[in-house]
C-alpha cells in the first residue's frame, strides 16, 4: 500500500484501521422486515446490534455465532453486506419502475439492494459473465424475495442490444479489491500491479459498454473495491473520452474523498474530483470508488 502514501489522506490511521478485524454489517431486506423486528431478534440470540449513522437499513452485528446461519438470514430478512459495498447504490438511486442493468452482478448484493428500493417493480437485467457465481446470484435473489430481476449471462463488454431502453446501469467491475485488504491481508503489500494493467483494459470495456446501453440522458455508475488509480480515475477517463458522457456530483452523507486529478505523471481533470474515494478509515469498513457518469445525447 506504500504507494498510496500520498494519496490516501491521514495515512497512519489508514495503516491503523486495516490491522484490525472489519465489524460485521447487515442490510435489513425492506421486502421482508423491519429494523425494529431484526433488531429484536437477533438481541434474543445474544447478537449485539448498532446502527450506523449514514443509513437507517444497514446495522453491525456483533455475536459468538456466525450470522450467516441464524434462521433470519435464511429467510431473507437481511443480506450480509459491507457497509461500504452499499455506497454504489446509494449514487445510482434506483427508484420504482425504473429500467436498470446490473453489468457485474454476482453474488447480488446491489441487485438485490437496487430491488429493495424498487419496492420489486419496473425491471432490473442481472448479468454475469461467470457461471458459478451465477448460481450464487440467483439464490440471494430468491432467498431476499426479489421478483422484478432477470438474470442473463453476457460478458458485459460485449452485452447485446435486447431492446430495451435502460435508465441507468451499474457497473461494478472485477477489480484487484485492494480495499477488501482487511479481510485479505495478502494485499497489504499492494495488489500486483500486472494484474491491475490487465484488468483495467477489461473495466475500460465494461464501462464504455455500459455507457453506449443507457439512454441519452441516463445514468451510469462505475464501482470498483480497489484504491489502484489505473482502475478507477484512468478507467472513467477512457469512458468519458470515447461516449458523450459528463460526470455527475455524489453528495454522500459520511465522511469520503475525492477522486485524484492526477497519477504518475498522468493528468486525469479536475472533474475527477466528482468521483468518491472511501477507504477504510472513513467507515470503519472496506475501500470503494465510484463515479456517477451521466450519458449526453
Ligand atoms: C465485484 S464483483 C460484483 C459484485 C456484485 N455487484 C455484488 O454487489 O454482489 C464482479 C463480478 O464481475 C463478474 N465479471 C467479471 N468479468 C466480467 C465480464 N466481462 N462481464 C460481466 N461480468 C464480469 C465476476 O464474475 C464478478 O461476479
Request: proline letters at 6%; charged letters at 25%; aromatic letters at 8%.
Amino acid at each position: 500500500m506504500k504507494r498510496y502514501r500520498e494519496v490516501i489522506p491521514d495515512f497512519d490511521t489508514f495503516l491503523e484501521t486495516i490491522e484490525r478485524p472489519q465489524p460485521v454489517t447487515i442490510r435489513v431486506n425492506r421486502l421482508k422486515a423491519t429494523p425494529e423486528q431484526i433488531i429484536d431478534r437477533l438481541k434474543q440470540q445474544g447478537f449485539e446490534v448498532k446502527p450506523i449513522p449514514w443509513n437507517d437499513w444497514i446495522f453491525q452485528v456483533e455475536g459468538d455465532r456466525n450470522i450467516a446461519k441464524t434462521l433470519e438470514h435464511w429467510l431473507g430478512w437481511f443480506y450480509i453486506q459491507e457497509a461500504s459495498a452499499a455506497t454504489a447504490v446509494m449514487a445510482l438511486e434506483p427508484k420504482p419502475d425504473e429500467i436498470i442493468l446490473d453489468m457485474c452482478a454476482s453474488p447480488g448484493g446491489k441487485t438485490t439492494q437496487m430491488a429493495e428500493l424498487m419496492e420489486n417493480t419496473g425491471l432490473i437485467i442481472s448479468n454475469d459473465v461467470t457461471p458459478k457465481r451465477l448460481r450464487a446470484l440467483l439464490a440471494n435473489l430468491s432467498r431476499i424475495g426479489v421478483i422484478n430481476t432477470i438474470v442473463t449471462q453476457w460478458d458485459g463488454r460485449n452485452y447485446p442490444n435486447i431492446g430495451l431502453t435502460f435508465d441507468k446501469v451499474l457497473v461494478d467491475v472485477p477489480c484487484s479489491a485492494e480495499g477488501r485488504v482487511r479481510e485479505n491481508p495478502e494485499l497489504k503489500e499492494g495488489a500486483d500491479i500486472n494484474f491491475i494493467r490487465s484488468i483495467s483494459g477489461t473495466q475500460k470495456g465494461l464501462l464504455r459498454r455500459a455507457l453506449e446501453l443507457v439512454k441519452p440522458g441516463g445514468i451510469v455508475v462505475y464501482s470498483t473495491c480497489t484504491f489502484a488509480p489505473e482502475e478507477n480515475e484512468a478507467v472513467v477517463a477512457y469512458g468519458l473520452k470515447k461516449v458523450s458522457s459528463e460526470l455527475l456530483t455524489i453528495n454522500f452523507p459520511f465522511p469520503h474523498s475525492h477522486g485524484l486529478t492526477e497519477w504518475q505523471g498522468h493528468q486525469f481533470g479536475e472533474e475527477m474530483k466528482r468521483c468518491v474515494r472511501i477507504y477504510p478509515h472513513h467507515l470503519d469498513s472496506g475501500g470503494m470508488f465510484i463515479a456517477k457518469l451521466k450519458r449526453l445525447a
